[in-house]
């Protein structure tokens, strides 16, 4: 663990991964003499807009594939997030005194300002979007990024000194921890997620956990109480070092969470208490953000402002005005009568869940892509009750085909653009043709990102 960066001067890194992370990690390093390796399994070909990205750069790469002498020449190694850490180079590597860390990891290193994080299997993205923006209302100096396209060494780079560097932490982040010491930490959710990565449930939840790794009695944890699995974590005595806020949507549950500090939804109003006996109340009529896991999302984001000194008008201010992000179930347009959504950023079988709840009974959904393991039979209630049509596609349909499938009509097809064209085919006047896929992209397409962008070009086009 370097103290400095002036410490990163003339030492041998290698950075593993030429994506964004990649790129930004390299500049980065650069500026501040170390000596820099690239290494991706891409070809250059493939790598062709990164490498322009990275320009006159002075860095060695080492493309198409990975070397294991290059690896122990190093005094560092930097995964960017997509590299499993489980491949067995980096076993290697470790076992050779060679110290291998996130990119998280590193970048939390020479952050000196107060770090809020946010982590769970789905509300991430949304509650670090709610949270920047009530900090910004409250004209507070604030950087947000992490997982959803902005690495953190962005923030190095960018030579800015925030009040608040709020950070989306997912597990491919956590895995290296060990000295990352967020102020604040948020917890939203815990379901099973990437079991295409990990061996087990225990493994991912293992990684989730790092978060938690450095709490000391300044920390402040704000868990979701509504869920078990996050709420069996906070019985972590490492946890219990710190000070603890639940948030619910069980008014049952209000006496104790009141007591103790936290948020309880009750109606269209949320009450919320931090410091002091005094409660804040907020009202919730009129919010742009649909669906009960939002109003979730937003309690994780009062508590967290409030420990950062956001204010009550800007906090009501933004629980009003702050819309759907794209991707999460994104209203595209209405075509014959027909209401087509994108939630192209649903990648487990947890945000489909909540994504199905959302409408009513005639939904025409398109499901699949990569295959994560996941199971999808806990959904077969859900897709009885609310699926006309279930169109599966990519390396997944064969599996959630056989958990779901036999639950409304179903259809496999070959290709993505085929499952659109059908969907809408298929509809009839206040249909919902909704793009919920359950799976990552990463089969077909570069990112969800990438796949709700081509679903909204299709339904575009539609006559």
């Given amino acids: 663990m370097f103290q400095d960066v002036s410490e990163l001067k003339d030492k041998k890194i290698l950075v593993v ?16 003499g170390a000596q820099v390796t690239v290494t991706d399994h891409k070809s250059r070909a493939e790598l062709s807009e990164q490498l322009e990205q990275l320009g006159d750069l002075p860095v060695t790469l080492e493309l198409g594939g990975h070397t294991p002498k290059t690896f122990l020449k190093q005094d560092l190694v930097i995964l960017s997030p997509g590299i499993s850490t489980y491949l067995k180079i980096f076993e290697y590597c470790r076992a050779q005194g060679i110290k291998v860390v996130g990119e998280l990891e590193f970048a939390s290193w020479f952050i000196k300002e107060p770090i809020l994080a946010v982590t769970g299997t789905n509300g991430k993205t949304t509650t670090v979007k709610i949270i920047e923006a009530m900090l910004r209302e409250s004209g507070k100096k604030v950087w947000a990024g992490g997982s959803f396209g902005i690495p953190v060494t962005d923030y190095l780079r960018s030579g800015e000194k925030a009040d608040v560097v709020v950070i989306e932490a997912t597990c491919f982040q956590l895995e290296t921890c060990e000295h990352f010491t967020p102020a604040t930490i948020v917890f939203t959710s815990l379901a099973e997620n990437h079991l295409d990565r990990y061996r087990s449930m225990e493994d991912y939840v293992n990684a989730k956990r790092k978060i938690f790794r450095n709490v000391n009695l300044s920390t402040t944890s704000i868990l979701n109480a509504d869920d078990n699995a996050v709420v069996e974590l906070a019985r972590d005595p490492v946890v219990q070092r710190g000070k603890l806020f639940y948030y619910s949507r069980k008014q049952i549950l209000e006496p104790q969470i009141m007591n103790i500090g936290g948020c309880v939804n009750i109606g269209k109003t949320i009450c919320a208490r931090t410091t002091g006996p005094e409660k804040d109340y907020y009202d919730l009529s009129g919010m742009k953000l649909k669906g009960r896991h939002n109003i979730e999302n937003i309690m994780a984001a009062i508590l967290a402002v409030r420990e950062h000194g956001a204010t009550h008008e800007a906090i009501q201010k933004v629980i009003q005005t702050f819309a759907p992000l794209p991707h999460r179930i994104e209203y595209v347009r ?21 994504a199905l709840e959302l409408f009513p009974d005639n939904v025409i959904l398109i499901a699949g892509g990569k295959d994560a393991r996941l199971s999808f039979e806990g959904l077969r209630p859900l897709v009885k009750r609310k699926v006309k049509s279930l169109l599966l596609y990519g390396e997944a349909k064969e599996q959630i085909n056989r958990d779901i499938g036999d639950f409304t009509e179903t259809y496999l097809i ?12 298929k509809s009839r006047i206040d249909d919902f043709v909704l793009l919920s896929p359950g799976c990552p992209a990463s089969d077909l397409f570069d990112s969800a990102e990438e796949r709700g962008e081509y679903f909204k070009q299709m339904v575009k086009k539609f006559r």
């Fill in 17 to 32: 991964g030429l994506g964004k992370t990649g790129l930004s990690l390299s500049h980065f390093l650069v500026s501040h």
């Fill in 334 to 354: 209405r075509v014959g009568g027909v209401y087509f959504y994108n939630d192209s950023l649903c990648t487990n079988v947890h945000a489909l869940s909540r």
């Fill in 414 to 425: 070959g290709t993505f653009e085929e499952a659109v064209l059908i969907a809408y085919q």
